[in-house]
Structures are given as C-alpha cells and as structure tokens.
C-alpha cells in the first residue's frame, strides 16, 4: 500500500509564532496534505527543543531547573537513587498500561499547546490532509546538551543516557497515539543534528553504536503502532547510521548538503528499493529563502538528479519517494521569514506538479 502521494509537502516542526491559530494558518495554507503540528518556542519556555520531551524527568526532579540554562542531572543528591528507582517503576507501569503512569508521563499542557491547537478542530483546518506528521528531540542531541552537576554530557553516562531514551521514547507512543486520533496516517519525526558531530576531534569517544541503538529503543514502539518514522538532520552526517535503520523517512537539507548524500548514493538506492522515502530539504530557512525562487529550486533539484544518475540512483524511483520538506525548523527566524520559508515550499510543489 502507498502511503505516500507524489509530490506532497511537510515541515519541520519550530515556528516563530507566538499565537497558535496564526502558526495553524501557515501551516494549512502550505501543508494542507501533510500537516505538522507547530512547536512554538517563543509561546512557552518549555516549547523548547532541550526541555520539551523530558518533562518528566523535570517533573520527577531528576533534572533539575537552573535560570536560563538547560536543566541539570544532579546525580550526587541524597535521593537521586530514589527518584531513578521512582521513574522505572513508572516506565515499567507505562508499558502495562497502567493509568497512572500513564497520566504520569502525559504531555504536559504548556509544553505541547501547538499540538493541543493543532488538534482540536483538525478536520476544520485541514480538510484535504492525507496524514499528519510530528517530531520529537533527539536522545543523542538532548543527551549531548544536557549535562550532570560536573558539567559532563548525559549521553556519554549509561544512566543517563537511558533515562533520556527511555523518557523520550514514552512521550513519543503518547504524541502518535494523540495524532491517531486524526485516523489518518502517522509520520514522526526524530530531530537529531548532533549526528553530524560523529567523527569530529571534539567528540571521538561518541560512537555510530550508541547513536544507533537510542534511535533504535524510540523507533522500535512507534513501528509497532504502524508509525511511519523518520530522522531529521540539518547538517552533513555519515548517512550510513540512519540507512541501517528501520526507517520509513529520512529527512535531510538537501539545498546545503545534497553532497554528503550524494556519495552515499549506493546506499540511497537501496534504501529506496527497499520503500524508503526521502523528505528533501530543499527550501532553505535561512537567508537565502529570500533570494531563491521555485524555479531555481526545481532547476537545482533537476541537477541533483543528474548527479544521482550518475551515480545509478533510480531517479524515477526517487522523485516517487520524496516529500518535500524546508531545510530546517523555522522557529528561530522571523514571523515573516518564516512565511515566506513555507510559502516558497507550496509553491515549489505546484510546480513540480505541473511538470510531472
């Protein structure tokens, strides 16, 4: 079954806006297929990419608030043994089924009022919508960032790491099940950028093992649900990670990195055999949107493909399998930019529409 019409269009997630319906508003002008519900990380604090997904490691005091800072793990308190015994008791719980873990790790309302929005009149807003697409942070760009009382990233600590996954993996099952409620289809994104750091001098003990595995522990129960899921990364990465994956979607910036993809061309054919998708990133978000147009987008793609023809991708195969996505999120960018960002995209689709 093709869950996946040609020639459809998502986002990233982040948006500028501090207003709800007007985020929901340009979203459904350029989505109205493949709608996301907005992160707004200007409307809340906790709308952030750091803290957004372990709330209830905030809740439980397992990461403690600091100031305009992330939050800490304090590892050396009195009762760290208790709240870290606390919080498996209630993953356990969680994967029986139990209400009040359940309730426990429930998506905390300020945290997540783009989705709640998003939600509540959603055939209103997007009556044409073919699926609905969400995103959640990365473990290896959550637990890089976030760090213990000595200043230590929480990736590089068996525990913490774990704690990280395994809470992110519970926020994950919730977000999918809220968005079936739709009855359409599911596409979840993890936004993971700090894949690019994989082989840099600064982080040479992090490996494409660990990396691989914390995916694989968030990925593993979306699948299981008939999630569709997807890796996000805006920068170049070793793709060669997210290819031995049991991805359906890998999302990359295709206007800044299509090369570091373009190499790996033998594996991006087989991921495309295999029914992989691609979700290209080809308008840009940063000040660059304001100089292109859709035309030079779809010229640029056309080259593109002409270099993965020459590389023995299966182009025919490939523009079947791609929905088109910006580069980035456009949380960090004007209210303006970001709508010129989303209105290039729709208009870069209706014009590979009438080409095709």
Same mark, same amino acid.
């Given at each position: ?18 207003? #709800? ?27 952030? @990419? ?19 800072? #992330? ?24 994967q029986e089924g139990d209400q009040a873990a359940e309730e426990f790790f429930t998506l905390e309302r300020d945290a997540f009022m783009g989705l709640d929005g998003f939600l509540a009149d959603f055939a ?64 979840? @994104? ?97 000040? #660059? ?68």
């Amino acid at each position: 079954m093709v869950w996946l019409t040609k020639n459809r269009a998502t986002g990233m997630g982040s948006m500028p806006y501090t207003n #709800d319906a007007a985020a929901l508003a340009a979203v459904a002008r350029a989505l109205p297929h493949w709608p996301h519900w907005p992160q707004l990380p200007h409307q809340d604090e906790t709308q952030g @990419f750091i803290v957004q997904y372990v709330q209830p490691l905030i809740k439980l005091g397992l990461l403690q608030p600091v100031p305009r800072k #992330d939050p800490v793990f304090v590892t050396v308190a009195a009762d760290w043994d208790d709240k870290l015994v606390r919080f498996y008791e209630l993953y356990l719980a969680f994967q029986e089924g139990d209400q009040a873990a359940e309730e426990f790790f429930t998506l905390e309302r300020d945290a997540f009022m783009g989705l709640d929005g998003f939600l509540a009149d959603f055939a209103a807003h997007f009556p044409a919508a073919e699926g609905v697409k969400g995103q959640i942070s990365g473990p290896l760009t959550l637990g890089l960032q976030l760090k213990d009382e000595r200043g230590r990233s929480a990736f590089y600590a068996d525990t913490l790491r774990d704690l990280i996954v395994k809470c992110t993996a519970v926020q994950g099952v919730i977000q999918a099940r809220r968005l079936a409620a739709t009855s359409l289809p599911v596409l979840l @994104f993890i936004d993971e950028p700090s894949i690019f750091l994989l082989g840099s001098g600064s982080y040479i003990t992090l490996t494409g093992e660990d990396i691989a595995a914390a995916l694989a522990e968030i990925i593993e129960p979306l699948a299981a649900m008939g999630v569709k899921t997807g890796v996000h990364v805006c920068a170049q990465a070793d793709w060669s990670i997210l290819f031995g994956l049991p991805l359906n979607v890998i999302s990359f910036d295709a206007y800044n990195y299509f090369v570091s993809m373009a190499v790996q061309a033998e594996q991006l054919q087989k991921f495309l055999q295999n029914g992989g998708k691609m979700a290209w990133g080809l308008v840009p978000t940063a000040v #660059d949107a304001i100089e292109v147009t859709a035309a030079g987008l779809a010229e640029l793609f056309n080259r593109q493909c002409a270099e993965l023809a020459r590389r023995n991708v299966d182009i025919g195969l490939l523009r079947r399998s791609i929905i088109w996505t910006p580069s980035c999120g456009t949380g960090t960018l004007t209210e303006e930019h970001a709508e010129h960002v989303y209105r290039l995209l729709a208009e870069l689709v209706a014009l590979l529409e009438t080409q095709d």
